[in-house]
C-alpha cells in the first residue's frame, strides 16, 4: 500500500551545518576587528553565486539559494564557476540531480497509477482507498520534488574564465554570495559537510575573486557557509551570545607572548575573509558572515539560522547575520587605512635610528676592545 513508499524527505529543512572536528586554526595579527550585527531584510541588490571549487553540494546550495527566491517570484541568481573545467563538473553535478529528484517526485504518481490499474479506482478514489491523510502529505512531498527539479534545471551556471562573469559585476548594484560548508573559528570552506573534500582557505578564496576579475571597489560579499560569523557556536541567539560568539580568540606574538602585538588563533571565517581581500587590494571589502548553522532548504521564502545544540527557534538569516570589515593591523599591513602609509613611515625612521645607535654602540665596544687587547 501507500505506506510502503518510499518518499526522501529532502524537501524539507535540513541543517548543512558541522562542528569543530576539522581543525585549522591559525595566528592572524590584530588590533580589535571592526564588525556589527546588521538586522533587517537583506538588500535589493542583484545576486551572484560563487562556487570557489565544483562539488555536488555546491550545486545543492545553489538550489537552496534559489527556492526562497522561486517562492517570491524573483529571477534566479546565477552561480559562476570558477572557470571552464569547473562549469563542465557542476552542469554534470546538476544533471544528476535533476534526476534524482524527478525519480523521486515521479515514483508517487507511478505507484499511484499502477494501484488505480489492478483496482479500475478513480484518482480520488485510490486516495479514500489509502487514506487521504498519508495520500496528501505524499503527494505533496513527490510535488515538491519536481518543483525543485525543475528550478535547478533552470539556475544558469556560469564560467569565468579569463575573467568573463566576476568582471561584469558592479559594485554599487551587485552582491556575490560565496558558497561551501563551513565551522566556526575555522578558516575553511569544504565541499562536504565533513570538511574532507575541495577545501580552500580565505586567502584562496581572496586570490581567486582578485585573479578572477572582481572589481577591486567591489564590496558587498556574503558568506552561506555554516558559522561564518562565529568564532565559536553561538550559546542562543541572544545579541549578547551572538558577540561573544563573534568575538576572536586573541594572544600577544613577539618575544615571549609579551611584546608584540595581540594574534588571533581564532575567528569568523567572514573576518579572515575580509582581512585577505583587503590584502589583495580590495579597497574596502565588506564581509557578511551568518550566526549559527545555515537550512539549506528553506521552509518557506526566507532563508533561516539553526542551532542543532540548542533547544530555540530558528531564526531568519538577515536577523542574525554580522558585517566584518578589515581588522586594523590588516589595514596598517597593506597601506589601506587612513594613516597607514605614515605609521609604517613612522615605524622604518624609528627601525632607522635604532640601527644607527645600534652600530655606534657596537662600534664603541670594538675599540674598547681593542684597546684592552693592547
Known amino acids: 500500500m501507500l505506506d510502503s513508499v518510499n518518499v526522501n524527505r529532502r524537501g524539507s529543512s535540513q541543517s548543512i551545518g558541522f562542528g569543530n572536528d576539522c ?23 542583484s545576486g551572484s553565486l560563487y562556487a570557489a571549487f565544483a562539488s555536488k553540494d555546491i550545486v545543492t546550495q545553489a538550489l537552496g539559494k534559489n527556492l526562497a527566491r522561486s517562492y517570491k517570484g524573483k529571477q534566479l541568481y546565477p552561480l559562476i564557476a570558477r572557470n571552464d573545467e569547473d562549469q563542465v563538473l557542476l552542469e554534470k553535478f546538476r ?15 507511478r505507484t499511484i497509477e499502477q494501484f488505480q ?29 519536481l518543483w525543485q527539479a525543475e528550478i535547478l ?24 554570495y560565496i558558497l561551501g560548508h563551513g565551522g566556526a573559528g575555522m578558516d575553511i570552506l569544504a565541499a562536504d559537510a565533513k570538511c574532507l573534500e575541495g577545501m580552500v582557505k580565505g ?17 558587498d560579499i556574503r558568506v552561506t557557509a555554516c558559522y561564518s560569523a562565529d568564532s565559536r557556536k553561538p550559546m542562543s541567539f541572544h545579541p549578547e551570545d551572538l558577540v561573544r560568539a563573534a568575538k576572536p580568540d586573541t594572544k600577544r606574538g613577539g ?50 539560522q539553526h542551532l542543532p545544540e540548542v533547544d530555540q527557534a530558528d531564526k531568519r538569516s538577515s536577523e542574525v547575520r554580522q558585517h566584518f570589515a578589515p581588522s586594523a ?15 609604517r613611515e613612522g615605524f622604518k625612521k624609528t627601525a632607522q635610528k635604532f640601527q ?17 687587547r693592547r
Do not use: C, M
Open 203 to 219: 586567502k584562496d578564496v581572496a586570490r581567486q575573486l582578485a585573479d578572477g576579475g572582481l572589481d577591486k571597489a567591489f564590496s
Open 95 to 109: 544533471e544528476k540531480q535533476v534526476s534524482e529528484l524527478r525519480g523521486s517526485g515521479s515514483k508517487f504518481f
Open 153 to 176: 534545471e533552470r539556475i544558469e551556471i556560469r564560467s569565468n574564465e579569463a575573467g568573463q562573469a566576476l568582471s561584469r559585476l558592479r559594485p554599487s548594484h551587485d552582491k556575490l
Open 329 to 343: 593591523a590588516a589595514k596598517i599591513r597593506t597601506g589601506n587605512s587612513v594613516g597607514g602609509k605614515g605609521l
Open 255 to 304: 618575544l615571549f607572548g609579551v611584546f608584540g602585538a595581540k594574534v588571533a588563533t581564532r575567528e569568523p571565517f567572514a573576518q579572515t575573509l575580509s582581512n585577505e581581500l583587503n590584502r589583495v587590494g580590495f579597497a574596502q571589502p565588506s564581509v557578511v558572515g551568518y550566526h549559527g548553522a545555515g537550512v539549506t532548504f528553506p521552509p518557506n521564502d526566507h532563508h533561516v
Open 117 to 145: 490499474s489492478d483496482h479500475h479506482f478513480s484518482y480520488g478514489q485510490a486516495r479514500e482507498k489509502l487514506g487521504a491523510d498519508v495520500f496528501d502529505k505524499s503527494e505533496a512531498a513527490s510535488r515538491k520534488f
Open 23 to 45: 581543525q585549522n586554526s591559525r595566528r592572524i595579527p590584530i588590533t580589535g576587528a571592526s564588525n556589527s550585527l546588521l538586522l533587517g531584510p537583506s538588500s535589493q541588490k
Open 356 to 372: 644607527r645607535v645600534g652600530r655606534s654602540v657596537w662600534s664603541a665596544i670594538s675599540r674598547s676592545a681593542r684597546f684592552i
